[in-house]
């Protein structure tokens, strides 16, 4: 352990999440590890000497806070923070109630926000630590029908986390966000991915987006999960990580396209759009 890092990775038991504790705890790093069923966690995991199974509430405060407790005190510090945890969320705004964007606001922002609250003392404490947040190529490019409650808050993750890295650099801390296309895990399952109890049939962009995401791309995704994580470990591993970390071919391609979108309104509407100064 002396020359391992000590890694806290919210949302364990399964996805992106487990395949990163999975390979972690191979190669030799101490992981405290959360999901809400501590039973499905230690079931997905198995036994092992440098692993710290811990149910959390990522909405409780309190919860979250025992949590990195019992980190610190089994490990004695924390290097490396993944706030993985969350789901997606399929409906058109019209659709989804007040209640279900809540919701889904308050586990995919509000959960990683308690979270980083809890563990930066101690990171602050050491001088050192890197705090990953999981966001989505949907954090870049908003261009889904029926996934604007999703993308708003995985632009929320990467905003936040974009002040963050700037609030905690002169500690020694560094943050990156991650923005990943579509890899093969259970994201698009039932169990991941709520959906409107409102329909609206009119919304035919969206519907054929739930049943292309539902029916054809679930399971065919080109994102390989166990590359997705060396990538996020060897960005933990860099003198110099990148605070923006996309992945997948996917991912890069829709960025350069949202990016080329906004490099043509700049231009188009320059002229008109800088000439609102005092004069």
Known sequence: MENQKVWFVTGASKGLG?????????IGNG?????????????????HPNFLPLSVNLTDENSVETAVRETISRFGQIDVVVNNAGYGMLGALEELSDKEARENFDVNVFGSLNIIRKVLPQLRKQQSGHIFNISSIGGFSGNFPGFG???????????????????????GIKATVVEPGYFRT???SSGSLAVPHSVIEEYKEVRESQDAHQN????EQPGDPEKAVDVIIAAAAS??????LLLGADAYQLAKDKIAAIQQDLADWEALATNTHFV
């Open 216 to 219: 054809h791309i679930n399971n």
């Open 149 to 171: 409650i999703y993308c708003a808050t995985k632009f929320a993750v990467s905003g936040f986390t974009e002040s963050l890295a700037a609030e905690v650099k002169s500690f």
């Open 31 to 47: 992981v405290a590890a959360s999901s809400r069923s501590l039973t499905d966690l230690q079931k997905a995991v198995g036994d």
């Open 239 to 244: 003198e110099n990580p990148p605070l923006h």
């Open 18 to 26: 487990l395949t990163l504790v999975k390979k972690l705890l191979s």
């Open 186 to 188: 259970d994201f698009l």
